[in-house]
């Protein structure tokens, strides 16, 4: 079994910056992608940002691209996302992913348990 533990939440100014972190845990975790999905109330949760084990490939969102960064540990079982320039509809709880390479929630095989970041106008 694999365990996600985000923290770095909070809230922020239009225009902020705030850096996520997840760490994994469990003997099993390795060769996985790590990523972030976000979800605001109402809404479906929806893809942010993923990257390979090795770090060598990144992918993201249009609607984040160019504002947030996407990185990994020198152990690989650290995932960080740093977020700059941050509007209200970044607000959302941002989930820690550990899976594929990929952008659909169905190739997720662990979740962490949400971290909540709002950003005010």
């Known amino acids: 079994q694999v365990q996600l533990v985000e923290s770095g939440g909070g809230l922020v100014q239009t225009g902020g910056s705030l850096r996520l972190s997840c760490a994994a845990s469990?003997?099993?975790?390795?060769?996985?992608?790590m990523g972030w999905f976000r979800q605001a109330p109402g809404k479906e949760r929806e893809f942010v940002a993923t990257i390979t084990w090795s770090s060598t490939n990144t992918y993201y969102a249009d609607s984040v691209k160019g504002r947030f960064t996407i990185s990994r540990g020198n152990a690989r079982n650290t995932v960080y996302l740093q977020m700059s320039s941050l509007k209200p509809e970044d607000t959302a709880v941002y989930y820690c992913a550990a899976g594929g390479f990929s952008s659909s929630i169905r190739d997720v095989a662990f979740w962490g348990q949400g971290t909540q970041v709002t950003v005010s106008s």
């Open positions: 469990g003997r099993t975790f390795s060769g996985y992608a």
